[in-house]
């Protein structure tokens, strides 16, 4: 009898191609360091947390800073748009800037 994948956990991970797996690997990555930034404290101070952002990130207009508003999904989006790079990218350089924040 062949059992189907998605039934089971864990033949659902054996069968799943390495695509898959790495970027499952970058999310879970990406939402332990987000552990480094309470999202939801930056959400309330937004204003003075969104000048480190536009330290770190020159290209983001005052503009598209109002329309984040503390979101950190898009931030993300908004640094690949405005950067002209990829999701894993932007996830990746905001991972970092994260690391580089004290506790917010």
């Known amino acids: 009898m062949i ?36 999202w939801d404290i930056a959400k309330g101070n937004w204003k003075q947390f969104r000048g480190q952002v536009k330290a770190q990130w020159g290209k983001l207009t005052d503009d598209q800073l109002e329309v984040i508003d503390g979101r950190r999904v898009e931030l993300a989006g908004r640094i690949q748009e405005a950067y002209g790079i990829s999701k894993d990218e932007a996830e990746r350089q905001l991972a970092a800037f994260e690391l580089t924040q004290k506790s917010v």
Do not use: F, I, M
């Not at 994948?5 to 797996?21: E, G, I, K």
């Not at 690997?25 to 939402?31: L, P, Q």
């Open 3 to 38: 059992c189907d994948p998605r039934s089971n956990p864990r033949t659902l991970a054996l069968v799943r191609n390495r695509t898959d797996a790495t970027q499952w690997v970058a999310h879970a990555e990406a939402s332990n360091q987000e552990k480094n930034v309470n």
